[in-house]
């Protein structure tokens, strides 16, 4: 009888045992398949290497700037971006609390087409969904296109074909998720539209004046005082009636560069051309800021001619 107490005792033991080892292996099991979101790729950060765009007559624009880096969202961007030419650039009202007397903001549709405007104290809106272009992340966090500002010209996302300043983040598409839960973009600001979020509402671009005082500075940061946005330069009253071209020598020539210039289409940042010292010489200068002028209106041929086209369109915004 002792014998056969034993061997029932260990045979209750080795099932006992056996039972605890598959409770174990079912609780590992049912662990290792709880779908995993990974906090990077829903809110993601700009990369500390490649964070530059550039813009035509800005210069670089840092999107991971010390203290005020962008965040990517499935819904919007937000932070701030910083330009040595034009100081701080605003992606979004919520920085500086204003949402609700200035609502604006870059948005994202969760599949990496950008959106909406950002907001510069020294050059006004910046809109990131331009007519015929707009900015975009691609799969793999690579931002590429064009931003565009009225008084500032393009900002250029795309590498280079080196690919040494692109924008990168560490945020990606719900699309490409292992769990995809995008984030329904708030229908804050937003009218009409289809499912998709319906067309955003932007308050009409604000004036503003002479003042100590900045409420959009970036919070710990020193800004200079905030200067009325110019939306329609001061350009002489001057009407074109004869065609230019390369090595043409007028007085023309000077009130072209001289609209050029105060329209943002800088023919030269420094010396002969430059703000203030407009020449009577139509150079490689001024025609490169010709044809740029002559792209961004949808003037063509964009060929740096000053033609009767031109010079409707030009005699026509005055």
């Known amino acids: 009888m002792s014998l056969a107490l034993s061997l029932s005792r260990y045979s209750a033991k080795r099932l006992n045992f056996s039972k605890a080892i598959f409770v174990v292996f079912f609780i590992l099991l049912f662990f290792s398949y709880i779908p995993q979101a990974f906090a990077s790729t829903t809110s993601g950060a700009i990369n500390t290497s490649n964070k530059y765009a550039w813009g035509e007559n800005i210069g670089w624009v840092d999107f991971n700037a010390t203290s005020s880096a962008v965040t990517v969202t499935d819904s919007e961007l937000t932070g701030y971006a910083y330009g040595e030419n034009i100081g701080w650039i605003s992606l979004n009202c919520s920085n500086t609390s204003s949402c609700g007397t200035v609502d604006y903001k870059v948005t ?5 087409t950008l959106g909406g405007y950002a907001y510069s104290e020294n050059a006004g809106w910046i809109n990131f969904a331009p007519a015929g272009s707009g900015v975009n992340i691609d799969s793999s966090g690579v931002f590429s296109g064009y931003a565009y500002g009225e008084n500032i010209g393009w900002i250029n996302f795309n590498a280079d074909v080196n690919n040494t300043y692109p924008v990168t983040t560490d945020w990606r598409k719900a699309s490409l998720r292992v769990v995809s839960s995008p ?6 600001g937003r009218t009409g539209g289809s499912s998709g979020g319906g067309s955003i509402v932007y308050p009409t671009p604000i004036v503003i004046s002479t003042s100590t005082s900045n409420p959009l ?4 940061h020193t800004c ?7 939306t329609k330069p001061n ?3 001057y009407t074109f009636k004869y065609n230019l071209i390369i090595d ?9 560069q001289i609209f050029l210039n105060n329209h943002n289409f800088l023919v030269s940042k420094t010396g002969a051309g430059s703000p203030g010292k407009e020449t009577n010489y139509f150079g490689l200068a001024t025609r490169s800021a010709l044809i740029k002028f002559q792209k961004v209106n949808n003037i063509k041929p964009a060929v740096g001619y000053l033609g009767p086209i031109t010079r409707g369109f030009i ?3 005055k």
Do not use: F, R
Not at 183 to 188: A, E, Q
Not at 224 to 230: D, E
Not at 248 to 256: E, F, H, I, M, R
């Open 248 to 256: 043409a020598k007028s007085l023309d020539v000077k009130y072209l």
């Open 217 to 220: 500075c970036p919070v710990g």
């Open 235 to 237: 350009t002489p009253q």
């Open 183 to 188: 984030t329904t973009p708030s229908s804050s």
């Open 108 to 112: 994202n549709n969760a599949e990496g």
């Open 315 to 317: 005699n026509s915004m």
């Open 224 to 230: 200079t005082p905030i200067q009325a946005i110019n």
